[in-house]
């Protein structure tokens, strides 16, 4: 059981927007731990698209974006391509356990 | 731009330690700018954050594994180490390799490498 909550999975449409949330607690996310986004493929290194809840690395496009509210965050995909069909993954700081913890992940399809 | 590589044996006998070692290159182990991290991910699970060593040698593990993990560097290599004792079917995952600096993400990952606890 992931301490982060994500949905398992999310489908959209290429062109269309996707939402992926991260539900936390008062120990996490509503402790006010940055909440960070990774991207899984098989056989390839993650690649961390989202950093300190809204920041993205150069290089990874503008179709995402990073939010972060309460003891929740999103990461949202515009414009979907087949390029992004993947796992993502949301990553926090927990002040009760003391160390970093993920969500279970979101496989993104890409109808 | 740092890359990372981790190698050792795919398949552990049940009791056994694990070993595995990752590879840096891009970049010097002895650099105070990262940490140097253990993440696994189990077979259609989530990702769980093991522990990290940073150059000073301090080590700092995740609770629930630190009884059995051991995390270390060898800067004549540009290379840290990771050993958990006494693995069972529940150790069976992915492990990867990961950076991480003070603003807690982790910016830079290796490929990973699957590792399988059976007999």
């Known amino acids: 059981q992931s301490v982060l909550t994500q949905p398992p999975s999310v489908s959209g449409a290429p062109g269309q927007r996707v939402v992926i949330s991260c539900t936390g607690s008062s120990s996490n996310i509503g402790a006010g731990s940055d909440v960070h986004w990774y991207q899984l493929l098989p056989g390839t290194a993650p690649k961390v698209l989202i950093h300190g809840n809204n920041n993205r690395p150069s290089g990874v496009p503008d179709r995402f974006s990073g939010t972060k509210s309460g003891t929740s965050a999103s990461l949202a995909i515009t414009g979907l391509q087949a390029e992004d069909e993947a796992d993502y993954y949301c990553q926090s700081y927990d002040t009760s356990l003391s160390h970093w913890v993920f969500g279970g992940g979101t496989k993104v399809t890409v109808l | 731009q740092v890359q990372l590589q981790e190698s050792g044996p795919g398949l552990v006998k049940p009791s056994q330690t694990l070993s595995l070692t990752c590879t840096v290159s891009?970049?010097?182990?002895?650099?105070?700018?990262?940490?140097w991290n253990w993440i696994r991910q189990h077979p259609g699970k989530g990702l769980e954050w093991i522990g990290y060593i940073y150059y000073s040698g301090s080590t700092y593990y995740n609770p629930s594994l630190k009884s059995r993990v051991t995390i270390s560097v060898d800067m004549s290599k540009n290379q840290f180490s990771l050993k958990v004792s006494s693995v069972t079917a529940a150790d069976t995952a992915v492990y990867y390799c990961?950076?991480?600096?003070?603003?807690?993400?982790?910016?830079?990952w290796g490929q990973g490498t699957l590792v399988t606890v059976s007999s």
């Open positions: 990961a950076t991480s600096t003070a603003l807690d993400y982790f910016d830079y």
């Open positions: 891009g970049g010097s182990i002895s650099s105070n700018t990262y940490y």
